[in-house]
């Protein structure tokens, strides 16, 4: 079901008028109500994948408690390593690496050919995924408590708003406003209705229509001269900002008509005027979550600077794969954890003194 779709915005109204119903009653009714409208939503793109999505909630509030409770928590969190990439690498990556594998095969001259896994990938499962993972390396840090009702655990982890693209929510984010008495407030009603407006507009006006410039260009490469390549690629940056920027827009304005808050997922990453200060902007939610359970727990920079530019590079690389099953994006990943890098090393040194009010030099910059 897409937000910009009839069908959602006659499901929309039916689910806030029934939370709201019920919030009065029972929480716990609340709760119940919103995750059946979290499945039926998730069932209008696949009721076959749903099944994945409760995969990850039994396994990992079982695992959450038992890494709490255990005095050796390490093998609870990596069962739930091994469960929740397990998952996530067979549906998202398996057909990438046979590919791959093909590629080098007829590179090195033999015939035989992998079959690729036909199966379609399970929208949202990269988020959820991860939010799921994020849950229980806090339990494992001690830094959250297990959710003892796993009605609760099972509507952070498919809460419909953010299920498909984000933001990517942190458990005591979630709990602390699910745990508080959720009233009607109007001013988070007008903040939510003007996000979820500004999400369409941006979908619906912006996007779409740089998408009739982006298509032709990209569907057929070879037609296209050098100047029609280039508007292309600067449209498709903002295609996939407004895009991207507009879903979440939408997630977060719907999240809060249901009640909650959830953090601001882009910053106007386009007048970021260095790569670090993009990566503070883009996705925000994503970039904290790799630099708070992947880059930090490689080490981050507290190991001299080899092994913190390994770490960026690490980090920036899956990153990439995580956006997309494809070299493309590995190397996208790549090349920022390089400029990153770079970025480094110009201000340890003091290579360079820009100045960041130039015009010409901000410029510049956003080319970049």
């Known amino acids: 079901m897409l937000f910009n779709s009839i069908h959602f915005f006659i499901f929309l109204p039916i689910v806030l008028l029934g939370a709201a119903i019920l919030r009065k009653y029972s929480k716990k009714a609340e ?153 009607f407030s109007f001013d988070m009603a007008q903040s939510g209705v003007m996000l979820i407006l500004l999400g369409l507009v941006k979908k619906i006006v912006f996007a779409d229509n740089l998408a009739t410039i982006v298509d032709p260009v990209f569907d057929n490469p070879e037609s296209a001269n050098g100047l029609m390549t280039l508007i292309a690629v600067y449209a498709f940056a903002f295609q996939i ?55 930090i727990s490689l080490g981050g920079n507290r190991k001299g600077s080899y092994k913190t530019m390994r770490n960026l590079f690490l980090t920036m690389f899956l990153g990439g794969l995580w956006h997309g099953a494809s070299w493309n994006f590995a190397l996208w990943g790549v090349l920022h954890g390089v400029y990153l890098a770079i970025e480094r090393i110009i201000d340890k040194y003091k290579l360079f003194k820009w100045n960041l009010q130039n015009k010409f030099i901000r410029l510049f910059k956003w080319l970049v």
């Not at 928590?73 to 990556?93: A, E, R």
């Not at 035989?112 to 949202?124: A, H, I, K, R, W």
């Not at 601001?264 to 996705?283: C, G, K, M």
Request: hydrophobic fraction near 45%; glycine fraction near 6%.
């Open 31 to 183: 709760v119940l109500f919103l995750i059946i409208a979290s499945a039926y939503f998730y069932g209008q793109w696949s009721w076959n994948y749903i099944i994945l999505i409760y995969i990850t909630i039994v396994t990992d509030y079982i695992l959450g408690l038992k890494c709490y409770s255990s005095d050796k928590p390490q093998k609870f969190l990596l069962l739930s390593l091994i469960v929740n990439l397990g998952i996530l690498g067979f549906f998202k990556y398996a057909n990438f690496l046979i590919n791959t594998g093909n590629n080098i095969s007829t590179g090195l001259g033999f015939d035989y050919q992998m079959q690729f896994f036909e199966f379609l990938l399970p929208v949202g499962i990269s988020f959820y995924t991860f939010q799921s993972l994020s849950y229980t390396i806090d339990i494992y840090r001690k830094e959250l408590q297990p959710r003892k009702s796993i009605f609760d655990y099972a509507l952070f982890i498919s809460f419909f708003p953010q299920l498909v693209a984000g933001p990517i929510v942190r458990a005591s984010e979630f709990f602390e406003q699910l745990d508080k008495k959720r009233h």
């Open 241 to 295: 900002y407004f895009d991207f920027s507009g879903y979440t827009d939408i997630a977060i304005g719907v999240a809060k008509l249901l009640g909650f808050s959830f953090p601001r997922n882009f910053n106007h990453p386009y007048i970021a005027l260095s790569i670090q200060d993009f990566w503070r902007r883009w996705h925000m939610t994503l970039s904290r979550w790799l630099r708070d359970y992947l880059y």
